[in-house]
């Protein structure tokens, strides 16, 4: 069973502060990690996807992956409220019959405060 | 929602009684997927689809099968549901060249 870890939250931030998301996974197999955004009620959304060691920016998100400590996440500068909301990482699941599936963490909840 | 709907949107069944739901997609996509999410489970795979007709298991499979009878459409049917399957349903079509799947907007089963 692939794992994905995040952790709990709930995070709570100020508006214009920079929320940090963190992600640590099972299988050193897997290559392929994304983030998602789910709002209350609401399907989640890809926000990010990585696939290499480094950061990748997207706008006011960052996403970092070290493959050797098997560690994502998710920074978001600036906050604003309309970033309240549930960040899921999922991991790819690399080889075998796992090639393609997603494997979900249970989520960080995220508060932006104005 | 990248071209998916889902139906029907929400649903109230009896203990017992066998229950469809339909994923339909408009982006010519491959590969298909049913999650359920639960508060402390978070998304879990319940059957993807790799092609027309070609089905495997997730992880959670029990108490569920799926057809894909054509690209477009892929149905979730629960034989006779139960109340541990009360619970949101969302499906995904998946760009497997890159793994990232789309969810579509999803469905609330409730079974009293």
């Known amino acids: 069973q692939k794992e994905v870890e995040q952790n709990s939250g709930p995070l709570s931030v100020p508006e214009g502060a920079i929320a940090s998301l963190n992600c640590t996974y099972s299988?050193?197999?897997?290559?392929?990690f994304f983030w998602y955004r789910q709002y209350s009620g609401k399907s989640p959304e890809l926000i990010m996807s990585i696939y290499s060691n480094g950061d990748k920016e997207d706008g006011r998100f960052t996403a970092q992956l070290n493959k050797a400590s098997q560690y994502v996440s998710l920074l978001i500068r600036d906050s604003q409220p309309s970033d309240s909301a549930t960040y899921l990482c999922?991991?790819?699941?690399?080889?075998?019959?796992?090639?393609?599936?997603?494997?979900f963490g249970r989520g960080t909840q995220l508060t932006v405060w104005p | 929602d990248a071209g998916i709907t889902q139906s029907p949107r929400h649903k109230v069944t009896e203990t017992g009684t066998p229950v469809t739901l339909r994923c339909h997609q408009t982006?010519?996509?491959?590969?298909m997927y049913w999650y359920r999410q639960d508060p402390g489970h978070g998304l879990r795979l319940i059957h993807y689809?790799?092609?027309?007709?070609?089905?495997d298991k997730g992880e959670v499979s029990d108490g569920y099968s799926v057809s894909r009878s054509k690209t477009e459409d892929f149905l979730l049917t629960l034989e006779s549901a139960t109340s541990s399957q009360t619970s949101v349903y969302f499906c995904a079509i998946g760009n497997r060249d890159l793994y990232e799947q789309y969810f579509g907007p999803g469905t609330r089963l409730t079974v009293t």
């Open positions: 299988d050193r197999v897997s290559q392929s």
């Open positions: 982006e010519n996509h491959r590969y």
């Open positions: 689809s790799y092609g027309v007709k070609d089905t």
């Open positions: 999922a991991v790819e699941g690399g080889r075998g019959s796992t090639l393609g599936r997603l494997y």
